[in-house]
């Protein structure tokens, strides 16, 4: 019979099951080790193999759906090419196998509306399509970061260039017609989140990780007309204008890109991740949002924080300013949107809005005074600003919404999936796209 004490000593014995390498395809196994446990042999062993046995039909589930996923993937190509008028009546099943549809499985087909797939990539694509629903076609990629890309945004202007926020800790500045990385700003000691172009002056205001927010000049020279049309790459300015700048040779390339490696203004008010930043109308002031749940509005000309902007119980994911006028909304993990109003500068109004179920990953503002949210519960709203109370229309989807991209003159939503589909719209609900989605990943 066990004594007191033998039972106080094995009260402090305790189970450890350790994760270590097994000779079985290399995988991780669950092992008991006998020192560490108080449990017979047999019954260890026995565990054991259980695990090795729930971990085999695991993997065995996991294998079959991935299949699955494929022929799914593979039958919805084939069901929106068909309806796009693209199959002639000839369709090739998941199996590669040609066969001529018949007349009533068209009439299904036209009825059957797929889920879109799309990848996740940072290219860009045309729109010109038979019907109402086009399918994107690739015309140009920007290749040279080396992590994910978070942000894409364009400059305003005559000559606009494509901004690029990474988490490879640069943003970069492109050349639109040709491809050409034109600049390197390398000033961030944390991934970039966001990348906002000044409505005027030639600035450019970036968000980071390492909690803050630099504003530096993006002077660039594009390729002319006969350089384009040659397929020559452009060169940049000489950099002279650039503070904390300098040239150098990718790889013995023709190529120079300039390198920015200080900003002109640094603003380090936040004490958590800084994950975006935009424009008030106007140029003189920005505001910034950070997972520290709180907004801030700062002056760049007198480098001065004008005002805090607090209320949400959570992490910020976004904030956007209105073109025009006045106006900021931020959006937040807490489910919930806020529209801050600072048209009358001696008081400012906050309306709060509770339009989702699930963290609301972006709210931008859209042509015609509209906003558009986007949120982790799968769906996509579009409110006025008139009238913020019920959204005016509403866009379900099967995952959920990354950060929103809106376009000023098309009105077109870009809607970005955690499946690494693209998804297109209008600002009332229907969908007139999608990217063709063609590897799993892609680089910019």
């Not at 068909?82 to 066969?99: E, P, W």
């Not at 000489?238 to 040779?249: A, I, P, Q």
């Not at 749940?293 to 000309?301: G, P, T």
């Not at 297109?424 to 796209?433: A, E, H, K, S, T």
Request: proline fraction near 3%; glycine fraction near 6%.
């Amino acid at each position: 019979m066990p004594t007191e004490g033998s039972m106080k000593k094995a009260s402090k014995q305790r189970l450890s099951i350790r994760r270590s390498h097994s000779s079985r395809d290399g995988g991780l196994r669950h092992r008991v080790y006998e020192n560490d446990s108080i449990l017979p042999i047999e019954i260890r062993s026995r565990l054991q193999k259980l695990f090795e046995q729930i971990e085999h039909e695991f993997e065995g589930v996991y294998a079959e759906n991935l299949a699955l996923q494929d022929k799914v993937e593979a039958l919805t190509e084939k069901l929106e090419a068909a309806q796009l008028g693209r199959t002639d009546g000839v369709s090739t099943d998941v199996d590669g196998n040609t066969k001529v549809k018949s007349k009533a499985s068209n009439q299904i087909s036209q009825l059957i509306r797929p889920k879109s797939r799309v990848a996740s990539g940072k290219n860009v694509f045309s729109f010109k399509g038979p019907s109402s629903t086009s399918l994107g076609q690739l015309v140009r990629s920007y290749k040279g970061h080396q992590d994910g890309v978070w942000e894409v945004s364009v400059s305003k202007g005559e000559n606009p260039v494509l901004g690029t926020a990474s988490a490879d800790r640069s943003a970069r500045l492109w050349s639109i017609e040709t491809g050409t990385c034109l600049l390197q700003y390398v000033g961030h000691s944390g991934s970039v989140n966001s990348i906002r172009f000044h409505p005027k002056e030639p600035l450019v205001l970036t968000a980071s990780g390492d909690s803050t927010a630099h504003v530096w000049k993006s002077t660039v020279s594009l390729p002319v007309a006969s350089q384009i049309s040659e397929g020559n790459r452009s060169n940049p300015s000489s950099g002279d204008d650039l503070d904390g700048s300098d040239k150098e040779d990718q790889d013995g390339d023709s190529e120079n890109i300039i390198y920015v490696k200080t900003a002109q203004c640094v603003i380090g008010e936040h004490t958590g991740v800084v994950i975006a930043a935009d424009w008030i109308a106007g140029g003189k002031q920005i505001v910034t949002a950070s997972w520290d749940r709180s907004a801030n509005i700062y002056d760049v000309e007198k480098s001065t924080t004008i005002q805090s902007l607090t209320g949400h119980d959570q992490d910020l994911t976004h904030c956007s300013t209105h073109p025009s006028q006045r106006l900021v909304v931020t959006s937040s993990t807490d489910t919930t949107f806020r529209l801050w109003d600072f048209r009358d500068r001696s008081i400012h109004s906050v309306n709060v809005f509770q339009g989702h179920t699930d963290a609301v990953t972006s709210a931008s503002f859209a042509p015609n005074d509209k906003v558009v949210s986007g949120s982790d519960d799968r769906s996509v709203k579009v409110w006025d600003l008139k009238n913020m109370r019920t959204p005016i229309a509403m866009i379900r989807t099967d995952s959920a919404v990354n950060k929103l991209s809106i376009s000023p003159t098309s009105h077109v939503i870009a809607i970005p999936h955690d499946n690494r589909h693209i998804r297109l719209y209008d600002l009332n609900g229907v969908r007139i796209g999608r990217l063709p989605r063609s590897n799993r990943q892609v680089q910019v």
